[in-house]
């Protein structure tokens, strides 16, 4: 029977997502797990601060956390749902692969301060190919949300 665990409560802290995921700063967009339940969800938090790079071209004078970087942040918490799913240990011959992106809806702006809840739901998966409902809210509310396809492909 699967674990499930929730409540405030951190699974993973970044010490332990760096473990499962590559991506390192200023690219990591996770910093910690919330919620798990292996084979079918995972709800992890990104801190959204005015010192991310990106603020300082997007916009200035009227910081806005890129569309495409809060997909990028719910495509990582895939990626955690997929591996945490295959095992406990993070497999170093793998790589999570961004494969498509569908059904995206952005629905309010994502500004510093604010903190982005993470919401990663495994639709199917078959062989390399993972696909997973993802939302990004804030303050309960719907930021953007769409459909990721992703691979675990072998790595260097």
């Known amino acids: ?24 700063y200023p690219m990591l967009l996770v910093d ?28 200035p004078g009227q910081p806005i956390m890129p569309g495409v970087l809060i997909i990028e942040a719910m495509a990582q918490a895939t990626g955690l749902l997929g591996f945490r799913t295959m095992g406990e240990e993070p497999q170093t011959d793998l790589l999570y692969i961004l494969t498509g992106v569908d059904k995206v809806k952005f629905k309010q702006q994502v500004i510093p301060g604010d903190q982005l809840e993470l919401h990663a739901e495994l639709l199917r998966h078959k062989g390399k190919l993972w696909i997973f409902k993802t939302e990004a809210r804030v303050d309960g509310k719907l930021a953007a949300s769409a459909e990721i ?3 675990a492909v072998e790595g260097n």
């Open 1 to 24: 029977m699967s674990e499930v665990r929730k409540v405030n409560e951190t699974l993973m802290d970044v010490t332990e997502i760096r473990r499962f995921l590559a991506h390192r």
């Open 149 to 151: 396809k992703c691979a």
């Open 32 to 59: 910690r797990v919330i919620q798990f339940e292996s084979g079918k969800s995972l709800t992890a938090i990104k801190n959204v601060t005015i010192n991310e790079p990106f603020f300082n071209g997007h916009f």
